[in-house]
């Protein structure tokens, strides 16, 4: 194993860069890297970020194309966050809520549930997406079974979509399940039911949009007829899956599902975690399909993507199944030391208050009708794209390696890898899901950065996939 820093040039003095890469490459372990590459490149250390740029300790920029794992929402160091988290830390960093609350999470509480739909008055908190959707799995199943009765009782599965990703840990992997990732797995997680959205049918069996629709619909009716009085939850990537690949399903394959849980007495659970906070177009993406959720799940974005908070928002009638003397064994023991956090509950504070006013979402439709004509005249046309799957902001550019099939590139070619390289040598930060290069801009990205991320993803693709078809 070699883990050894290549020095840029011949300098026997080693930078600033150059040092904590060693010290990186010596002894940390990054998450979904596998380290003999990690290991063949000097990587990008970040030191510091302002607006939509990422700088490396020599003050190189790069621009931030993921929003920092698709997080971020206003631009980094924004004065209304930098202000109020200066306050935060000189009075309360961190507190329980276990037993005990604070002013910031009750205020943020205030602006969330204002900003929510009405019937989702009762929040839940965390400290990440994983957990929050933890929390919402252990309430669906808890809530039946402390209901009872014969109906309550069957209620101890749990269904999803294929492809589904809900975030890492197993009672979430079981509903995210994927051989690529969790092979290793398979014998000690509890897997969920399956059933296949529409763009299954379109992108793998060729289907038409309709008989997509038709087909993925007719699927789920089929397996609630056989299999629904046991379902105690769909959980649900809304509109967009996105760590499949950005998969973009038609608005009313979500009205289906939501009128065949109602059906079935089946708790929607919404995964907004990717989704939310405007990255869509709406606040949050399944008001786009008009549907009601039961239980919501937020993270990411919710403290404007700058600190680790996450939330279930449910019904008052899911809470108040928790609710009765201690000793009728109805209580939530769930839950983490940091959950709910005050100064990244501060931060969501701030966050939402800047959603409160419209002019936000408004301007970033208008940002994201632009970089739609972008992605339509830079990317769409080149050789080496077969389809861009979009959503708002929300942006998987599926390669081919052949032009005009459908012919993914070989894993061991490391296209995806080569083309970040490639981007990040023009000063751009993007990130690759196996054969689709994603684009994530923050919502308050500006166009002249919109349009830097498209022409650099462009050429980027051009030059990688260029060089390694010749
Ligand atoms: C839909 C969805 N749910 C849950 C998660 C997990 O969130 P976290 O990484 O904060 O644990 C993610 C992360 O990408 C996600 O996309």
């Given at each position: 194993?070699s883990?050894?820093?290549?020095?840029?040039g011949?300098?026997l003095?080693?930078?600033?860069?150059?040092?904590l890469?060693q010290?990186?490459?010596?002894h940390?372990w990054h998450?979904?890297?596998?380290?003999?590459?990690?290991?063949a490149?000097?990587?990008l250390?970040?030191?510091?970020?302002e607006?939509f740029y990422?700088?490396?300790?020599e003050?190189?920029?790069?621009?931030?194309?993921?929003?920092?794992l698709?997080?971020?929402?206003h631009?980094?160091?924004?004065?209304a966050?930098?202000?109020?988290?200066?306050?935060q830390?000189?009075?309360?960093?961190?507190?329980t809520?276990?037993?005990?609350s604070?002013?910031p999470?009750i205020?943020?509480?205030?602006?969330?549930?204002s900003?929510?739909?009405?019937?989702l008055?009762?929040?839940?908190y965390?400290?990440?997406?994983?957990?929050a959707?933890?929390?919402?799995?252990r309430i669906?199943?808890?809530?039946?079974?402390k209901?009872?009765?014969?109906?309550g009782?069957?209620?101890t599965?749990?269904?999803s979509l294929?492809?589904a990703?809900?975030g890492?840990?197993?009672g979430?992997v079981?509903i995210?399940?994927?051989?690529f990732?969790h092979?290793?797995l398979?014998?000690?997680?509890?897997?969920?039911h399956?059933?296949?959205?529409?763009?299954i049918?379109?992108f793998?069996?060729?289907c038409?949009?309709?008989?997509?629709?038709e087909q993925?619909?007719?699927?789920?009716?089929?397996?609630?007829?056989q299999?629904?009085?046991?379902?105690?939850a769909f959980?649900?990537?809304?509109?967009?899956?996105?760590a499949?690949?950005?998969?973009?399903?038609?608005?009313?394959?979500?009205?289906?599902i939501e009128?065949?849980?109602?059906?079935?007495?089946?708790?929607?659970?919404?995964d907004?975690?990717?989704?939310?906070f405007?990255k869509?177009?709406?606040i949050f993406?399944h008001?786009?399909?008009?549907?009601?959720?039961?239980?919501?799940?937020?993270g990411k974005?919710l403290?404007g993507?700058?600190?680790a908070i996450s939330a279930?928002?449910?019904r008052?009638?899911?809470?108040?199944?928790?609710?009765?003397?201690p000793?009728?064994?109805?209580?939530?023991?769930?839950?983490?030391t940091?959950a709910?956090?005050?100064?990244?509950a501060?931060?969501?504070e701030?966050?939402l208050s800047?959603?409160?006013?419209s002019?936000?979402?408004e301007?970033?439709?208008?940002r994201i009708a632009?970089y739609?004509?972008?992605?339509?005249?830079?990317?769409?046309?080149?050789?080496?794209v077969?389809?861009?799957?979009?959503?708002?902001?929300?942006?998987?550019?599926?390669?081919?390696?052949k032009?005009?099939s459908?012919?993914?590139?070989?894993?061991d070619?490391?296209?995806?890898a080569?083309?970040?390289?490639?981007?990040?040598d023009?000063?751009?930060?993007?990130r690759?899901?196996g054969?689709v290069?994603?684009?994530?801009?923050a919502?308050?990205?500006?166009?002249?950065?919109?349009?830097?991320?498209?022409?650099?993803?462009?050429?980027?693709?051009?030059e990688?996939?260029?060089?390694?078809?010749?």
């Amino acid at each position: 194993m070699s883990n050894t820093v290549k020095k840029a040039g011949n300098s026997l003095i080693q930078s600033r860069s150059e040092n904590l890469c060693q010290i990186d490459f010596d002894h940390i372990w990054h998450p979904f890297t596998q380290s003999s590459q990690w290991f063949a490149d000097h990587p990008l250390i970040v030191e510091r970020a302002e607006g939509f740029y990422l700088y490396d300790p020599e003050g190189r920029g790069y621009l931030d194309g993921v929003s920092s794992l698709w997080c971020n929402v206003h631009g980094h160091s924004h004065p209304a966050f930098t202000k109020a988290g200066k306050e935060q830390v000189e009075n309360l960093v961190h507190s329980t809520m276990l037993g005990l609350s604070h002013s910031p999470i009750i205020e943020c509480t205030e602006r969330l549930v204002s900003l929510l739909p009405a019937h989702l008055s009762r929040i839940f908190y965390s400290d990440s997406g994983t957990s929050a959707v933890e929390a919402a799995i252990r309430i669906s199943l808890e809530w039946w079974q402390k209901q009872g009765g014969e109906k309550g009782k069957q209620k101890t599965k749990l269904l999803s979509l294929a492809g589904a990703y809900h975030g890492d840990t197993l009672g979430a992997v079981g509903i995210g399940f994927l051989d690529f990732f969790h092979k290793a797995l398979n014998k000690s997680v509890v897997q969920s039911h399956r059933v296949r959205t529409p763009h299954i049918f379109r992108f793998e069996q060729g289907c038409s949009e309709s008989e997509a629709m038709e087909q993925s619909v007719s699927e789920l009716k089929e397996f609630l007829l056989q299999e629904g009085d046991s379902i105690a939850a769909f959980f649900v990537e809304p509109l967009v899956q996105g760590a499949a690949g950005i998969w973009v399903y038609p608005p009313e394959y979500l009205k289906e599902i939501e009128s065949l849980c109602r059906k079935h007495d089946i708790h929607l659970i919404i995964d907004e975690v990717a989704t939310g906070f405007g990255k869509t177009g709406q606040i949050f993406a399944h008001q786009i399909a008009g549907i009601e959720a039961d239980l919501l799940v937020m993270g990411k974005g919710l403290s404007g993507g700058l600190l680790a908070i996450s939330a279930v928002a449910c019904r008052e009638e899911i809470f108040k199944g928790f609710h009765g003397k201690p000793s009728e064994g109805k209580t939530f023991f769930y839950g983490q030391t940091f959950a709910g956090n005050p100064l990244a509950a501060r931060f969501a504070e701030v966050n939402l208050s800047l959603f409160q006013d419209s002019a936000l979402m408004e301007g970033a439709r208008e940002r994201i009708a632009k970089y739609t004509a972008l992605l339509d005249r830079r990317l769409k046309p080149l050789d080496w794209v077969d389809e861009v799957r979009q959503l708002g902001f929300m942006t998987g550019i599926e390669l081919t390696s052949k032009p005009g099939s459908r012919s993914a590139w070989k894993s061991d070619q490391q296209v995806g890898a080569k083309i970040v390289k490639a981007a990040r040598d023009r000063g751009v930060f993007i990130r690759p899901l196996g054969n689709v290069i994603v684009l994530m801009p923050a919502i308050a990205m500006p166009e002249e950065d919109l349009e830097k991320l498209v022409q650099v993803t462009a050429d980027a693709i051009d030059e990688v996939c260029g060089s390694e078809s010749s």
